[in-house]
DNA sequence: CTGAAAGCGCTTACAG
DNA sequence: CTGAAAGCGCTTACAG
C-alpha cells in the first residue's frame, strides 16, 4: 500500500503538504494540487484509517452487541443501524452474546480498548457495572430493545402497551381465557410486556395464564411447549399472545398438531412482529415494531453522543417508539 | 484511558519494560512485573488496539460483506463467522450491500483503506475488477455463498446437486411435472442451482418449467408471484423446487390461496434451507445448508490467509461443501 | 502557500 | 533484566 511519504515523493512536496491538499484543509496552490492528486491516483493511494484513527483519536467505528441474528429481529435492526452507519460515516463491528453473560463480557473488553467510539446494546442485564465503567471512561453506550440500565441511554418500543393492547384487541374479538408466552423476566421487554398484560387483565376481570419454560426463549420449541402448557392449565383457553414471532409460530405448529382450528378456536397474536407473520399459510396478526428505524435511531443517538465535545454534556435520552398492529388471519 | 506511559510512570520503569510484561514478549524480574501489573490494574490499562495495529501492521478485524441479513441465511452464516472470529481472536466489521454494486464498491473502499485485515464477500459479481486490486494489494478475499470470480479462494455450497438432487427426490414420489423458482443467472448459486434442475430434468425426460419475475429475488413476493406463474405455464404441474426458503414460504402461501393441497396435489421444496421450514403449519422439505459452518470455514480460511507470510503465497482454495435432504411434510 | 517538527500509543531491535 | 531510540502513517500547530 502506498503512503503519504510516497505520494509526497512522487510529488516533491512534504507530506504535511500532502496531507493538507487531500484533505482540503487549507489552502495550497492548484499546481501543486494537481500534482499530488496526479500522484495519489497513479499510486492507487488510499489513506490508513488506522493511522488517522491514532492522530485524531476518532475510528469512525460502533460496536453492535446482540443476543443473536439469525430468526430474530435483530438481523433487521442490525441492517437499519449498518445502513444509518455507513451514511454518517461510520463502520459497523458486530458481536454476538448469544445471551451469555461472560461472552457479553468478553466482547465488551475487546470494544472497550479501543476497537469502538462508541457501542450500542442489547444487553443481558448482567454487565451493569461493565457497562457504566465503559460509559466513564469516555466511550458513549446507547441500549436498544432492551433497556436494563437507567442511567444509559437507550432506545425500545413501548412493550407495556404492546402487552395491555393485545389482550384489549382479542377481547373485543370474543376472548376470555388469553394466554401469554414471555420469557425471562429478568429481561424488561419481557417483564414489561408481562405488566401490561396483567394490567389489561385485572381491567377486563380476567384471569392470568402464562407459560414459561427452560428452553432458549427466542424459539420455536419455547412456543410450542409454552402453549401445550397453557392448553393444559386451562383447557376452554381461547387466545394466545406470543412475545416473538418464532414463538408465535410454534404457538401455531402446537394448535394444528392439536387439532385446534385458528382463528375458529384459538386466536394467535405476536408481540415482535418481523414480517415474517404474513408469510404463513395462516398469517400471523402481529405488533409490527419498527425494527429498522429503531436500529437507525439508535446509530444516530451514538453518533451524536460520540460527536459533542466532552464539555456541554448531555443528558440521558430514553426514546421510547410505538408498534403497530397489523390484523391477519390468526385472529 | 490510561496509557502505557501512565502504567510506566506509576510502575517506576519505562514503556518498553511495561509493554514486555504485559505482552510476556521477554523475560521480566518478577518484582517488576508484579509492580507493573499492580498500576496496570489500579490505573484500569487497556491497551489501545489503533496503536498496536498501526505498529504491528495487523488490526486483528476482518470486513464482511453480505446483501442482506434480515430473514436470509447470511444471518446465520454471520453468527458461524463471528463466533470463530471471536475464537481466533478478530473482530467482525459488516456490511449490507442489498445488492446494490455501488453500495459494495462504497464499502469495499473503506474496507481496504486500513479497516480490515481481510474480507469475506458474498458479491454481486459486479466489481470484480476491484476485488482484484484488493487482493493484488494484500488484503485477502475469500468469497462465500457466491463463487463469481474463479481465482479468488471460495467456500460454497454444491448447488448443482441441491438442484438434481432434489428434481430426483421429487421424481421418486411421484412428480412428472416440476417448476423451479430460482433468481437472477448472473449470481453463480441460482446459475448452478438451474443447471442441476436442467440436467437431472433430461436424464427423466421431462419438461422444463422456470418462474422468474422482476421483483427482489430474496422474497415471498418473488416465490408467489412465480408460484402463479409457473401454474399459469402448466397446470398440472405437481412440483415446485424454490431456490431458497423465503421464497418456498411464497410457493406454499400462493397453493393455499388456490386450494391447492400440499402434499398431496402440489409437494413444494426448498434448496437453502435455514431451519424456518421445520416451523411452519406444513413443514417445508428442504436442502438444509451448513450456514454456521460455512460462516466458521470461510473465517478460518480468511485468517490463514492472513497470518501466512507474504513470501510463502499459498494456491487457491475452493471449498465446496454439501447440502443435506431434510424431507417433512410438504413433500 | 509550504516545510520541519512533534506526537497519537504502542512495539521492537539495539545496547548495556 | 531494563532503558533509550526509532518508527508504524498520519495530522496539526508553528514558523517562515
Redesign the interface.
Known amino acids: 500500500?502506498a503512503t503519504l511519504k510516497d505520494v509526497a515523493r512522487l510529488a516533491c512536496v512534504d507530506v504535511s503538504t500532502v496531507s493538507r491538499a487531500l484533505n482540503n484543509t487549507s489552502y495550497v496552490h492548484p499546481d501543486t494540487k494537481a500534482r499530488i492528486y496526479a500522484a495519489a491516483k497513479e499510486l492507487?493511494y488510499?489513506?490508513?484509517?488506522?493511522?488517522?484513527?491514532?492522530r485524531q483519536g476518532k475510528?469512525h467505528?460502533v460496536g453492535v452487541v446482540v443476543p443473536?441474528?439469525?430468526?430474530?429481529i435483530f438481523?433487521?435492526i442490525?441492517?437499519g443501524i449498518?445502513?444509518e452507519g455507513?451514511r454518517l460515516g461510520y463502520?459497523?463491528?458486530?458481536?454476538?452474546t448469544e445471551d451469555d453473560p461472560a461472552?457479553e463480557r468478553?466482547?465488551l473488553?475487546?470494544l472497550?480498548?479501543?476497537?469502538a467510539d462508541g457501542i450500542i446494546i442489547a444487553a443481558t442485564g448482567r454487565n451493569g457495572r461493565v457497562l457504566r465503567?465503559i460509559e466513564a471512561?469516555?466511550i458513549p453506550i446507547v441500549q436498544l430493545v432492551r433497556k436494563q440500565e437507567p442511567r444509559i441511554s437507550s432506545v425500545t418500543l413501548d412493550y407495556v402497551s404492546c402487552g395491555h393492547d393485545a389482550v384489549h384487541f382479542l377481547y373485543q374479538k370474543g376472548c376470555r381465557h388469553i394466554g401469554l408466552i414471555s420469557g425471562s423476566l429478568h429481561l424488561a421487554p419481557y417483564k414489561e410486556r408481562k405488566d401490561g398484560y396483567c394490567s389489561a387483565l385485572r381491567e377486563l376481570g380476567l384471569e392470568e395464564n402464562c407459560g414459561e419454560c427452560s428452553l432458549p426463549v427466542n424459539s420455536?420449541e419455547y412456543g410450542f411447549d409454552c402453549t401445550e402448557q397453557l392448553l393444559r392449565n386451562n383447557p376452554s383457553l381461547d387466545a394466545i399472545i406470543a412475545a416473538v414471532d418464532?414463538q408465535g409460530?410454534?404457538a401455531?405448529?402446537a394448535c394444528?398438531e392439536h387439532h385446534i382450528r385458528i382463528p375458529d378456536q384459538m386466536r394467535v397474536i405476536s408481540l415482535t412482529g418481523?414480517?415474517?407473520g404474513?408469510?404463513?399459510?395462516?398469517?400471523m396478526t402481529s405488533m409490527e415494531m419498527p425494527?429498522h428505524e429503531m436500529g437507525g435511531k439508535a446509530m444516530r443517538m451514538l453518533v451524536e453522543l460520540i460527536e459533542t465535545p466532552q464539555g456541554q454534556k448531555q443528558g440521558l435520552q430514553h426514546l421510547v417508539l410505538s408498534a403497530t398492529l397489523t390484523e391477519r388471519e390468526s385472529t
Open positions: 500500500m492507487g488510499h489513506p490508513n484509517v488506522m493511522a488517522q484513527a491514532l475510528r467505528t443473536r441474528l439469525h430468526l430474530a438481523s433487521e442490525l441492517q449498518e445502513a455507513r463502520a459497523t463491528l458486530v458481536c454476538v461472552t468478553e466482547c473488553a475487546r472497550r480498548s479501543g476497537f465503567d471512561s469516555g420455536f418464532i409460530l410454534g401455531i405448529r394444528t418481523h414480517a415474517v404474513g408469510m404463513l399459510e395462516t398469517s425494527a
